[in-house]
């Protein structure tokens, strides 16, 4: 099974919204990462979990808020987002944080910030 | 930093033909990754291929690590291989850098 999942496909949300992606991965992969990608541009690294540690934060505003509560599950909580927010939020896994590790990505979720 | 330049960025096809997509990059490669995001956002694993060539269907492709480009080469197209494709680049460190994409289109 190389599937990861993704919850919700897609959210509407007010800036004064709290709302939670979650992401979700049964391969035995310990390194998660959370992307972010507009409209007709590649994705952008946003956050690492390595062994349920957070390893790489890719200078992203404190309003996006990442955990990893065990090995399988990854989430971003969202709060006081902004319009320009608006994108698709791409969840990935590897085996390990490691170069040579392939990524699997799961479907996204089509984030509307009004 | 590290640059991952594809080209062409945009490729009209009509269907049946054949279309060479590539992939430029600027260090010393760990990770290759070709990706097809289809219209719905998904990005499908086509290929992880930091060397050599591995062949997939009608898919194939190959990178030639000491002269920094990989080849995607896409075989009698179909409507369906529209979308856009990216390469993904990762080096020294896990972190994947991703291409600008090339936009394919197919035409029946």
């Known amino acids: 099974d190389t599937e990861v999942t993704q919850t919700p496909k897609h959210l509407v949300m007010g800036m004064t919204n709290k709302k939670s992606l979650k992401c979700e991965q049964h391969?035995?992969?310990?390194?998660m990462y959370w992307y972010k990608q507009k409209a007709k541009k590649p994705p952008e690294l946003m956050f690492v979990?390595?062994?349920?540690?957070?390893?790489i934060n890719e200078s992203v505003p404190s309003r996006f808020s990442p955990e990893c509560p065990n090995s399988s599950l990854l989430n971003l909580h969202l709060h006081a987002l902004q319009p320009e927010d608006s994108a698709l939020y791409l969840c990935?896994?590897?085996?390990?944080?490691?170069?040579?590790?392939?990524?699997?990505f799961g479907p996204g979720t089509r984030l509307t910030v009004l | 930093g590290i640059q991952v330049e594809q080209s062409p960025p945009d490729l009209i096809l009509q269907e049946g033909a054949n279309s060479t997509l590539r992939c430029n990059f600027s260090?010393?490669?760990?990770?290759l990754q070709w990706f097809h995001q289809n219209p719905w956002g998904q990005l499908i694993n086509l290929f992880y291929?930091?060397?050599g060539t591995k062949q997939n269907g009608r898919l194939s492709a190959t990178t030639v690590a000491t002269e920094r480009y990989s080849l995607l080469y896409i075989s009698s197209s179909q409507t369906t291989d529209s979308g856009v494709y990216f390469c993904?680049?990762?080096?020294?460190?896990?972190?994947?850098?991703f291409g600008k994409g090339t936009l394919l289109t197919v035409n029946p």
């Open positions: 990935a896994s590897s085996l390990r944080a490691l170069p040579r590790n392939e990524q699997f």
């Open positions: 391969m035995g992969h310990r390194a």
């Open positions: 979990y390595s062994y349920e540690k957070l390893s």
């Open positions: 260090d010393s490669v760990n990770n």
């Open positions: 291929i930091p060397s």
């Open positions: 993904a680049f990762g080096g020294s460190n896990y972190k994947l850098t």
